[in-house]
């Protein structure tokens, strides 16, 4: 399993070992090898575009993370000067039965909202999802497809004259 200690700025993974995993080596390493209706710069290709489409599904959901991380600061800092706003009210109101009935109307509200706060958030988290799921499934649909293409190309079989295609059944 290949394991990264980090990412450099050109945004390459550092190995363990210090050494950069570099892919285009790997496509290079493989280069010199013909097998018969293998073709490994479209195998590369196809490999490619599924690493940019995780990457993209991997940037989507750092980004509705980000968000919905805001949004718990931003409620939080909400509910704490609601808090803070009803203990001053709360302090200077005498009677005890307006102090229950403040009491009564702070927890109701309070209620409402952290239910459309919750619904919010649920929102928000489902979006980020779908979004990078979606990503992801179109890429794994469209690498289907051509996976199935790759398989059913044609290899050339180099006769004496090399003019003749071997043909698959």
Known sequence: MLRCSKTLKNGMPQMMNGKIFDTTEVGKMFA?????GFDAG??????SKNLE?????????????QAFAKMQV??????IDEASALVRDWAETNAPEEKLQKQAAFAKKALARGVSNTHEMVELASKTQAAAFGVLN??????MDEMASFARKEPETSL???TKKAHRR
């Open 160 to 162: 004496q004259n090399g």
């Open 53 to 65: 489409a995780l990457t993209q599904a991997n940037q989507l959901a750092v980004a509705g993370f």
């Open 42 to 47: 479209a195998l590369m290709t196809i490999q």
């Open 32 to 36: 010199g090898f013909k097998f018969p």
């Open 138 to 143: 179109k890429r794994f649909t469209e690498s």
């Open 74 to 79: 931003e409620l939080t800092r909400d509910a």
